[in-house]
């Protein structure tokens, strides 16, 4: 069945219609408007579980642009990875924002806060059901932006603003790579439309990936969508943002830097998956992923606060969604997608309650510090059973839900290294090595319920409810995913838990398991199989390791502290350092018109004689020309003056130089035969000896001795404006080309008499120079006229203003 | 022949005579100035919609033939620079009712502005030219005095600076001018294109005009502030009042533009000789990496120049060296690659015929569309920026973001404007912006697989330049809109209700024109078709050899 239409529409466009009238909603209900936030993202749930369970799936599509040569649809595609996500962004987002009416009980900016979550979730869902490349970016980078607002929602902290540039610098910029990404294998697929056609990018997936093979672009592209995804997905080395993020409101912690936006990259993975399948995306998304899931775990242990570990944990369980999908190899390649599908679902169930407790500690202990923390069940008893199920998880203990997902992680890395040898059998090595640093960090954090009370901990008040309830509920989920592996094991499956994630694991296959795709089902493991003895290894070095958690914390702190191992190292001194660069006003843009000057006309010459050069173009001969006596005079003192101006003692002696030069062109017009050129000549001469001589004496007298280096550029530099000028001249007058406008103007002119009358008669004048003028080429004339009007004005303005100054 | 043509023109000469007339009564001369601002966008809207719905127009002045008189051609690349002028002229002439105190106003502004908007129109319409130079002085020459508008020492020395490399470019443009006159014997385009095309028939050497067209071009890109040519730039837009900044980035900025793509692409490019190094075919093929090093080098000046900045005016200025480096960059792709699948075509009766601008893989096309969607978006998002930078600077007295912070919390709306414009330029979706960038880094992504080297080249270049413009726009966002509240803006006024919603009205449009794309998308398309289609734009002009008809 094809998915309705407006049922698509309400899922994405509600929550911006939310949104937008959020404003409106909160001067009615205030605080409130958190549940009415509520009730939106509910009726959206509604609206995708209708879209899951009538079996609606397939394209929804609208025109957008329709222009020639640039086809973007607004499409939306149903399946199961797309379901998934959509519950997770409706889901949650009920969870979030019924316990952010606790939580933000006392902060500012509420109605800025609520429209902007509204706005991140009708984007969030926009990315999971888009099918068209545009319309998919524009999803992603909407959440980039909401992300941005709301990770800097204490806008007087610094803190937050340092957090909130990064991740814009970072999730932006990856976009903006992904952008390109897009653009090559769209362009391969001369269509922006991804899925849900049958000319979409997926149904022709082997010749995109062959004819971008041809073209030497196969893996610019993969590369540059791989640096999208993994940008936003807070892989290594580009993490460094998630941990800043965790500045925002602590319910965004949890929606978009741990359950949503964050999924957004392993996502992309997913539903790339099909489409790039090739060795290098298995090289370099399991590398990505395994190096992620390890050193981010590495880096958890390190922490010191509590969304600090789990933002690292976040990145660290992307990293393994991430490896998932990379595993394309003989035999494990259903595994890979299995991991991923199933693993996106239960990371986000166990996190999301994880940090929705951080958020009621730190509400209600008024601590995030993990050494500040310890015995909290007796207070927060609910908050500790939500714990031990979600920790648990985390940590990939049986039979809780976490632990199933990695055992295809295991079973995945295991087959394909069993499959290929050699170095692959790293990868089994490196995933039960962070697994075990997994591990270590969610007892950590399980412990900070139990043990003794830190004396310095006051009374921890009980939460409200609306901040309880949804971590229950996510504990819950979690919990029955969990129960299911054991009844599983004893033959009773979750049908519609399984039958759905087989529809994810559907969409992100490579090969489409018969006819019935995908069979996904899962269960706690009743023989030893290699996977097993893996989680059994992870689990007992994590047991031996954890007495010493405090030492190999500190180790881990102090090698996070050298410089070069920090990735927040480089991160800083690039920016700190562009934000501090002056090289330009320094270099470049010094304020010195002499320096400006020089580099145009040096710019311009150097691109004209270049051009001359490369045209090879011939200068006209100089035999056989003659000139008569009297011009040649003319000239030579011309030139004569020239260098006098340059020698020239003092500025009055100077201008008179200049005019004498002035002056000689004047005749050498007269001698040309141009006598109007020659009196205009003449008169401009003399108003700007006039003009001179009146401002002369408002100039310093001297400016100091200019250094001799300086003066043999500028004479270099006037000697190349020089020649370009005087080749231009040269290549110019020789030409001569037929048909000139000229040649019509002098046929037609009043001399000699038998021209006729034609310019009279139809010129209305008997001079072709002023016919030229005021007719022919009048509304040249008339633009003249307007400088010189605007002119007058000029300096009246300029006199008027005088002195007023900016009184604005 | 069309009288539509030059109503655009007529209007904004009247009205600058009328707001000079009416100096004495400042109210009326306000109202003039408005009602002229308002009939210019009617005329020009006209004047657009009639030449996207029907063929090239043209309007030959006195009625004599061209070439020997002076044509004006309304095409759908001079109609859609216009549309995008009439939208900053008209907010940013609002803007100034307001903002530029009653006594600047009532002495030249009016006048001025309006005869700058003749000079910018001028330069749009004409097919003639040395009858560009003129309108290109004509936008200069009130563009130096409202530069040194608040006559401070730093006006004056910005002015200074502006004037003299402005003047130093119309010598250059004249010596070329002459010299393209002497050359080929014309001085009207479409009869230019014929006669480069055809140089036997007209006796012609086209080596020497490759020079030549290179003296031109180097004003237009002086006029545009590229790399090497933009040094007046930050000093004159720090220092103009800001609407007039806004009408300089938005509008006079997009004349260089304009002239580049019209001059190079419709006329020098139909020459065909041999360019040495550069290869065999179009003379394009000369500007083509001479652009694209242009193009680099001006992202990232503008970019580094930008990201240190701590006055919102100067940092706005750096940034548009920036961003008409994305302007020029996939004009620079476009003319780098050979175009192998051109033909000719016959023009004029079928007397001459002229190479065809462009190919059937619409690469071309596709680099001129992006160039014209980026400086749509330049246009308004930067124009609103200056103006946000002014509204700020009438409210609170300062745009040094050290003295700023904490607007957000006072000002939201101006605030939100500000982000828009912002995010505008970084190139989020669905803003203006968003497809601007998204077309540039189309043309590299198609370059890429047809021409590999210089595709990658613009990629990269495209990819850094936007991370600087992320860097800087998110510091000027942190450092003037969030933080806390300086003693500047809490001392502040209330900023006056009409700049505050001439601003949101700007933010509002590159938000519509955004979502509402595909008009403006098939606006680009036919602008760029138009700019590549010698052919239609030679018919149109008609130059005629024979006889003149009066």
Do not use: C
């Not at chain 1, 991804?194 to 041809?214: K, M, P, V, Y």
């Not at chain 2, 690469?363 to 920026?385: D, E, T």
Request: hydrophobic letters at 55%; glycine letters at 10%; charged letters at 10%.
């Amino acid at each position: 069945m094809q998915p309705n239409q407006w049922v698509m529409a309400a899922i994405v466009g509600l929550p911006f219609l939310a949104a937008a009238l959020t404003p409106l909603v909160y001067r009615l209900l205030g605080e409130r408007t958190a549940y009415a936030s509520a009730a939106v993202a509910a009726v959206s749930f509604v609206l995708v579980g209708q879209l899951a369970i009538t079996d609606a799936r397939g394209l929804v599509s609208w025109t957008w642009i329709d222009a020639p040569g640039f086809d973007v649809a607004l499409s939306f595609y149903v399946d199961g990875l797309s379901l998934l996500i959509g519950f997770l962004a409706s889901g949650i987002g009920i969870l979030i924002l019924t316990y952010s009416g606790g939580y933000m009980h006392e902060e500012p900016g509420k109605m800025k806060f609520y429209a902007t979550l509204l706005a991140f979730m009708g984007s969030m869902l926009g990315v999971a059901f888009a099918a068209d490349l545009i319309v998919l970016f524009v999803f992603w980078e909407l959440t980039s932006i909401s992300s941005f607002i709301l990770i800097g929602h204490y806008t007087g902290e610094t803190s937050s603003q340092y957090a909130a540039r990064k991740s814009m610098l970072i999730t932006v910029a990856g976009g903006l790579f992904m952008l390109l990404g897009f653009l090559l294998v769209a362009g391969e697929g001369g269509t922006f439309q991804l899925l849900g056609t049958d000319q979409a990018l997926i149904a022709q997936a082997e010749s995109i990936r062959e004819g971008l093979r041809a073209d030497g672009l196969f893996v610019p592209a993969l590369v540059l969508i791989g640096i999208g995804a993994a940008a936003k997905s807070a892989q290594v080395p580009l993490h460094i943002w998630l941990p800043n993020a965790m500045e925002a409101p602590t319910p965004v912690s949890a929606f978009l830097h741990s359950a949503t936006m964050v999924k957004a990259g392993v996502y992309l993975v997913g539903r790339f998956r099909p489409l790039l399948v090739s060795d290098e995306w298995q090289l370099l998304f399991v590398t990505m992923g395994l190096v992620t899931m390890t050193v981010a775990a590495i880096l958890a242990v390190g922490a010191s606060d509590i969304k600090e570990l789990l933002a690292y944990s976040t990145a660290s369980h992307l990293g393994l969604i991430i490896a998932g999908f990379g595993v394309i190899g003989a035999g494990a390649n259903t595994y890979g997608a299995e991991t991923g599908a199933f693993h996106i679902l239960n990371h986000a169930a166990f996190k999301a309650a994880l940090f929705l407790v951080a958020g009621i500690i730190a509400h209600e202990a008024g601590t995030r510090m993990i050494d500040d923390l310890g015995g909290l069940w007796r207070e927060l008893p609910i908050a500790a059973a939500v714990t031990v199920v979600a920790a648990l998880g985390m940590a990939g203990v049986p039979p809780f839900n976490g632990f199933y997902s990695k055992e295809f992680l295991f079973e995945a890395t295991y087959e394909l290294a069993h499959a290929s040898g050699g170095l692959w059998w790293i990868l089994p090595a490196v995933a039960v090595f962070g697994s075990v640093f997994t591990f270590l960090y969610s007892i950590r954090f399980l412990m900070l319920f139990f043990g003794e009370k830190p004396d310095a901990l006051g009374h921890v008040h009980a939460p409200p409810w609306s901040m309880r309830l949804p971590a229950v509920v996510l504990a819950v989920v979690a919990g029955i995913i969990g129960i299911g592996g054991i009844t599983g094991a004893a033959g009773v499956h979750i049908e519609p838990l399984e039958a759905f994630v087989s529809q994810v694991v559907d969409a992100t296959a490579i090969e489409h398991g018969g006819e019935h795709g995908a069979h996904f089902e899962y269960y706690l493991p009743t023989e030893l199989t290699v996977p097993v003895l893996m989680s059994a290894t992870t689990i007992g070095l994590g047991a031996v390791v954890y007495p010493f958690y405090g030492q190999l914390r500190d180790t881990i702190v102090r090698l996070r502290s050298v410089p070069v191992l920090s990735a927040n190292w480089y991160y800083d001194s690039a920016v700190d350092g562009l934000d501090r660069s002056r090289v330009v006003e320094s270099t470049i843009q010094t304020g010195l018109l002499r320096t400006y000057a020089l580099v145009l006309l040096l710019a311009v010459s150097v691109m004209t004689l270049f051009a001359y050069a490369a045209t090879a173009v011939g200068l006209p001969s100089f035999s056989g020309i003659v000139s008569p006596v009297p011009m040649v005079i003319v000239l030579g003192v011309a030139v004569v003056a020239a260098f006098a101006v340059t020698r020239a003692p003092s500025h009055v002696a100077g201008v008179l130089t200049l005019s004498i030069l002035g002056f000689m062109v004047a005749i050498f017009y007269i001698l040309g035969d141009a006598p109007d050129l020659a009196l205009t000549q003449l008169l401009i001469e003399t108003l700007v000896l006039v003009l001179f001589l009146l401002v002369l004496d408002k100039l310093p007298p001297f400016y100091g001795e200019a250094r001799r280096s300086i003066l043999a550029r500028d004479a270099i530099a006037s000697g190349i404006v020089g020649i370009t000028v005087f080749v231009t001249v040269l290549v110019t007058t020789a030409a001569n080309p037929e048909n000139r406008i000229a040649n019509f103007f002098l046929e037609r002119g009043g001399v000699p008499a038998e021209h006729g009358t034609w310019i009279l008669d139809y010129g209305g004048g008997a001079n072709i120079v002023n016919v030229i003028l005021v007719d022919f080429r009048a509304f040249d004339t008339l633009g003249e006229i307007s400088v010189i009007a605007m002119a007058a004005l000029s300096v009246i303005a300029l006199i008027a203003m005088r002195e007023r100054g900016e009184t604005q | 022949m069309s009288n539509v043509v030059i109503a655009p023109m007529l209007v904004a000469l009247v009205t600058a005579i009328l707001t000079l007339v009416t100096r004495a009564r400042p109210r009326l001369q306000r109202t003039v100035s408005l009602f002229g601002g308002g009939g210019y966008v009617v005329a020009v809207g006209v004047l657009t919609w009639r030449v996207f719905s029907g063929p090239v127009l043209t309007y030959q002045l006195s009625g004599w033939t061209a070439p020997y008189g002076i044509t004006l051609v309304a095409d759908q690349l001079a109609a859609f620079m216009l549309a995008m002028s009439a939208v900053v002229t008209i907010a940013a002439l609002a803007f100034s009712t307001d903002y530029i105190e009653a006594f600047g106003q009532q002495i030249v502004y009016h006048p001025l502005f309006h005869l700058m908007v003749v000079g910018v129109t001028g330069a749009f319409l004409t097919g003639d030219i040395f009858n560009l130079f003129v309108w290109f002085e004509v936008m200069l020459m009130p563009s130096y005095v409202l530069v040194v508008f608040y006559s401070g020492p730093d006006h004056t020395r910005a002015a200074l600076q502006y004037t003299v490399l402005n003047l130093i470019g119309s010598a250059v443009m004249l010596l070329a001018i002459g010299g393209i006159y002497a050359t080929t014997g014309t001085l009207n385009m479409a009869d230019l294109a014929v006669r480069l095309s055809n140089p036997e028939a007209f006796g012609i050497t086209v080596g020497p005009v490759v020079g030549l067209a290179a003296l031109l071009f180097a004003v237009f890109a002086l006029k545009a502030g590229i790399v090497p040519f933009h040094f007046w730039v930050p000093s004159a837009y720090e220092a103009a009042p800001a609407p007039v900044s806004a009408m300089l980035a938005g509008v006079t900025k997009k004349v260089g533009v304009y002239a580049i793509i019209r001059l190079l692409f419709t006329v020098f490019g139909a020459a065909q000789l041999d360019l040495g190094p550069f290869g065999d075919g179009s003379m394009l093929l000369f500007f083509g990496p001479i652009l694209l090093v242009m193009a680099i080098a001006s992202a990232f000046l503008g970019g580094f120049g930008a990201v240190g900045q701590s006055n919102l005016d100067r940092l706005l200025a750096y940034s548009s060296i920036a961003q008409v480096g994305f302007i020029v960059l996939p004009l620079a792709i476009v003319a780098t690659i050979p175009l192998t699948d051109g033909g000719t075509v016959a023009v004029l009766g079928g007397e001459f015929t002229v190479p065809t601008g462009a190919g059937t893989d619409g690469l071309r096309v596709l680099g001129i569309v992006a160039a014209l969607l980026y400086a749509l978006n330049h246009a308004v998002a930067k124009s609103l920026l200056f103006l946000v930078s002014g509204t700020i600077n009438a409210a609170v007295g300062t745009i040094e973001t050290d003295e700023l912070g904490g607007l957000t919390r006072s000002r939201p709306y101006l605030s939100g404007a500000f982000l828009i414009g912002g995010l505008s330029l970084v190139g989020i979706p669905p803003l203006m912006g968003f497809f601007g960038k998204l077309t540039v880094f189309d043309t590299a992504a198609t370059a890429m697989a047809t021409n590999g080297t210089v595709g990658e080249i613009a990629a990269v270049t495209a990819l850094g330049g936007a991370i600087l413009t992320i860097a800087y726009v998110s510091k000027a966002w942190n450092d003037a809109f969030w933080g806390t509240e300086s003693m500047a803006v809490v001392r502040a006024t209330a900023q006056p209700l009409a700049l505050l919603s001439i601003v949101v009205v700007l933010a509002l449009v590159l938000v519509v024109l955004g979502i509402g794309l595909d008009p403006v998308y098939e606006g680009a398309h036919g602008a760029a078709s138009a700019a590549l289609d010698r052919g239609a734009y030679i018919d149109a002009v008609g130059p005629s050899y024979a006889e003149v008809q009066s």
